[in-house]
């Protein structure tokens, strides 16, 4: 019986054309399988993860070529699907986090041909080289929102990557082939205009599992961030939470001034984002609230909502590493 084998990927990516050479055409030669291509819709993460889980069955092996965004709508899948379905993930968008937590690498140019890749993810399959990643679950007024791998946050970093989904700079990205500098270059354009606005109006954040303690955080705080990962946006540290059924780090911070920002920054890239462990935040907002929330970098603006409650999911996604 041929087993089962899905790309995930998305056409209007910048590094479509890559895509299709390095995965899509070894992955058709591939024997003993059965190839199939997911292509991600111009509509959301959910809507692709319901549609992806519909096609999912026990056995299958799902490999995202694409950024932390098409990895977010494959892990999603994952967990819906309720299947004994395995996840890779190669890294083609900016920075790529899901990738890393299994440092799997996009295939490398060699001959006529390529190694690694597709070919590299079959082989470590098929050697039963499988992690148990434990993934984020993010509640908003109750009702679940999304699952993440690697981190959530609320407010001005959340925001900021909205401006990726600008026309302008998606086909600039696509001219420079999702050039790191240049997705830097346009947060930080973003972050001078905006940095002065409200972000973030919490009345409460609670941190269950810390003896329930709850927190008023600082006038003037910006962000939340949740973190599951050794990595947020490439550069950050948080640690190998992921690999953990029961606790997360969480932290909160005040980003609107310059110099707290680059402080923050200095020490999460040199030490890792001041925080602590938690296993399971409730944060708790007045009825005319306006917040963004992001996972993987998919964000989404929330009008008049009253709690977000972020945990640990009880099922576990098997990725190869």
Not at 72 to 97: E, P, Q, R, W
Not at 112 to 121: C, K, L, P, T
Not at 191 to 196: C, E, L, N, T
Not at 257 to 262: E, I
Request: some cysteine; hydrophobic content about 40%.
């Amino acid at each position: 019986m041929l087993k089962k084998l899905i790309v995930v990927c998305n056409p209007r990516s910048s590094r479509a054309g890559m895509i299709e050479r390095e995965v899509l055409e070894p992955a058709r030669k591939l024997r003993g399988w059965l190839v199939g291509k997911y292509e991600v819709q111009a509509t959301g993460v959910n809507e692709n993860a319901e549609q992806l889980a519909k096609i999912l069955d026990d056995g299958d092996l799902v490999i995202v070529a694409g950024g932390d965004g098409t990895a977010a709508i494959a892990l999603n899948a994952t967990v819906l699907s309720d299947k004994d379905v395995s996840l890779a993930v190669m890294g083609y968008g900016n920075f790529n986090d899901m990738a890393r937590l299994t440092k799997v690498k996009p295939p490398v140019e060699y001959g006529d041909g390529y190694v690694g890749g597709i070919m590299e993810i079959v082989e470590r399959y098929e050697a039963g080289k499988v992690m148990e990643l434990h993934p984020l679950e993010v509640w908003i007024d109750g009702k679940h929102w999304r699952y993440a791998g690697c981190y959530v946050t609320l407010g001005l970093f959340a925001e900021s990557t909205a401006v990726f989904d600008q026309e302008k700079v998606r086909l600039k990205l696509r001219e420079k082939r999702g050039s790191l500098v240049f997705s830097v270059w346009q947060l930080v354009k973003w972050y001078f205009r905006h940095r002065k606005e409200e972000f973030l109006p919490i009345k409460e954040l609670r941190r269950l599992g810390n003896e329930g303690m709850a927190v008023r955080p600082d006038p003037g705080t910006t962000d939340y961030l949740a973190v599951n990962g050794p990595r947020v946006a490439r550069v950050m540290r948080g640690g190998k939470y992921y690999l953990r059924s029961g606790e997360f780090l969480s932290a909160t911070a005040r980003l609107g001034g310059f110099w707290r920002l680059m402080w923050f920054m200095f020490r999460s890239m040199l030490w890792r984002i001041p925080g602590k462990k938690s296993q399971k935040d409730v944060l708790t907002f007045d009825s005319d609230a306006r917040v963004m929330i992001q996972a993987e970098g998919e964000c989404e603006e929330l009008v008049g909502i009253q709690k977000i409650e972020i945990g640990k999911v009880e099922k576990v996604v098997k990725m190869v590493r």
